[in-house]
C-alpha cells in the first residue's frame, strides 16, 4: 500500500491561501490520490481527489506533480472554519475492496 | 446527494452489556461500506470492510467476534460491539462507497461516540 507523509501541523492566516503538502513516492499509477478533511468530533469531509491532472472544485485545488509522488492541496482563501485535521490518503485496491487508510494528516490552524 | 446517516450520535453503555450502531445510506445504493474507530488525538483506523451479503473482512488486529457487522442490504450496515469494556470507549466512523457517487465514492457518517462505564 502507498504511504503518505504529511506534516503533523500548519498555521496559516485568515485569507491567505493556505498550502498541504503531501508526499507519497510509492504511489502506483492507477492510484488516486484523496483529500479529506476532520473537524473535531465529526465525520471526515471529502475535499478532491485525482489521478494525475491537477483538479479544482469550489473547496480547493489539487495539483499533482508530474511524477505523482507528491501533492500539494490548496486553499486560496483559508477561513477560521477551515480550521481541521487535512488527510491526504492514496486509495489502495486489495481483492476488490477499495479501502482509504487514513495516515496521521495535518493539523492546520487558520489564525485570525 | 450522497448522505450517511449513523445513529446513534452518542451512547453510554455499561461494561459487558453490547452496543449497535447503524450506518445508513440515504440516497444511494452502497456496494461497500467501512468501519473505522478514532482514539482521541490519534488518525482514524480501519476496521473492517462489508459487502451485502457476504461476510466483513476484519482488518489485522481487530477480533471478529467482538465488533460484529452486518451488512443486510445495500443501504445498511451495522456495528455491534460485544461485551463492552471501557477500553472500547471510541469514537466510531462508518463510510459507504457507490462508484460514481459524489465526493470520489466515499460518504462518512457523523460518528458515534460511544463511552463504556
Known amino acids: 500500500d502507498a504511504k503518505t507523509t504529511q506534516p503533523t501541523s500548519m498555521d496559516c492566516a485568515e485569507g491567505r491561501a493556505a498550502n498541504l503538502p503531501c508526499n507519497h513516492s510509492t504511489i502506483s499509477g492507477n492510484e488516486y490520490v484523496y483529500w479529506y478533511r476532520q473537524i473535531h468530533s465529526q465525520g471526515p469531509q471529502y475535499i478532491i481527489h485525482g489521478l494525475k491532472n491537477n483538479e479544482t472544485n469550489e473547496m480547493a485545488s489539487l495539483i499533482i506533480t508530474e511524477d505523482r509522488k507528491s501533492s500539494t492541496l490548496i486553499l486560496p482563501h483559508a477561513t477560521l472554519r477551515d480550521t481541521a485535521v487535512y488527510y491526504c490518503i492514496v486509495r489502495v485496491a486489495t481483492r476488490g475492496a477499495q479501502k482509504l487508510v487514513f495516515g496521521q494528516g495535518t493539523r492546520l490552524t487558520i489564525n485570525p | 446527494g450522497a448522505v450517511v446517516s449513523q445513529h446513534p450520535s452518542w451512547v453510554i453503555c455499561k461494561s459487558g452489556t453490547s452496543v449497535k450502531i447503524e450506518c445508513r445510506s440515504l440516497d444511494f445504493q452502497a456496494t461497500t461500506m467501512f468501519w473505522y474507530r478514532q482514539f482521541p488525538k490519534q488518525s482514524l483506523m480501519l476496521m473492517a470492510t462489508?459487502?451485502?451479503?457476504?461476510?466483513?473482512?476484519?482488518e489485522q488486529g481487530v477480533e471478529k467476534d467482538k465488533f460484529l457487522i452486518n451488512h443486510a442490504s445495500l443501504t445498511l450496515s451495522t456495528l455491534t460491539v460485544t461485551s463492552a469494556h471501557p477500553e472500547d470507549s471510541s469514537f466510531y466512523i462508518c463510510?459507504?462507497?457507490?462508484?460514481?457517487?459524489?465526493?470520489?465514492?466515499?460518504?462518512f457518517g457523523s460518528g458515534t461516540r460511544l463511552t463504556v462505564v
Open positions: 462489508s459487502n451485502e451479503g457476504s461476510k466483513a473482512t476484519y
Open positions: 463510510s459507504a462507497y457507490s462508484q460514481g457517487a459524489i465526493g470520489g465514492g466515499y460518504t
